[in-house]
T-cell receptor
């Protein structure tokens, strides 16, 4: 089974701190994603990556950056945390399929981040 | 731009009732993929089903069934004889074709439907 592991289930940080959320997958997936989940808004894509050192902005990239130095690891960085970044963050990965869009994404358990 | 609408925010049913979760999507792509995910209270999203735009056959898996109708841009999910363990948030999602090399394109999610199954 695919395993996507997020480093923390719960995290509390202070306004202005630099925050790192880590995600590791063990299935050699090329594609990795970071989403945030907020009540009434569903999941929204922050950033995604389809290869090492490659990244693309999603729908809500402002205030975030990402790093993909190794294939299995995709980090989300909050450069200067603000209270409106309090949310649930979900990481996902998937592999290329025989046709584009073919494979489902596999998700981690999520990190519930609170910015005080 | 693509969009997924789950108009039902919350549904409550009594165990053994049948329940249908609605999903309506918008896309200009002719090739696309639709997904349903389940999110139990533990938080992890669990993949349930994938359907591509060229396959309108309905699908049944145990107590779960899916009705895909391109004419109405809908991909509805029915749980037959619901159980307490079905209580979760259910998300419908749409995948663009051709954005990422080789597959695994980004998903556009609906806002989710909270299903509560009570005894």
């Amino acid at each position: 089974d695919v395993k996507v592991t997020q480093s923390s289930r719960y995290l509390v940080k202070r306004t202005g701190e630099k925050v790192f959320l880590e995600c590791v997958q063990d299935m050699d997936h090329e594609n990795m994603f970071w989403y945030r989940q907020d009540p009434g808004l569903g999941l929204r894509l922050i950033y995604f990556s389809y290869d090492v050192k490659m990244k693309e902005k999603g729908d809500i990239p402002e205030g975030y950056s990402v790093s993909r130095e190794k294939k299995e690891r995709f980090s989300l960085i909050l450069e200067s945390a603000s209270t409106n970044q309090t949310s649930m963050y979900l990481c996902a990965s998937t592999s290329p399929g025989p046709r584009r869009g073919h494979q489902p994404q596999h998700f981690g358990d999520g990190t519930r981040l609170s910015i005080l | 731009a693509q969009k997924v609408t789950q108009a039902q925010t919350e549904i409550s049913v009594v165990e053994k009732e049948d329940v249908t979760l609605d999903c309506v999507y918008e896309t200009r792509d002719t090739t696309y993929y639709l997904f349903w995910y389940k999110q139990p209270p533990s938080g992890e999203l669990v993949f349930l089903i994938r359907r591509n735009s060229f396959d309108e056959q309905n699908e049944i898996s145990g107590r779960y069934s899916w009705n895909f109708q391109k004419s109405t841009s809908s991909f509805n999910f029915t749980i037959t004889a619901s159980q307490v363990v079905d209580s979760a948030v259910y998300f419908c999602a749409l995948s663009e074709a051709g954005i990422l090399t080789g597959g695994g394109n980004k998903l556009t999610f609906g806002t989710g439907t909270q299903l509560k199954v009570e005894l």
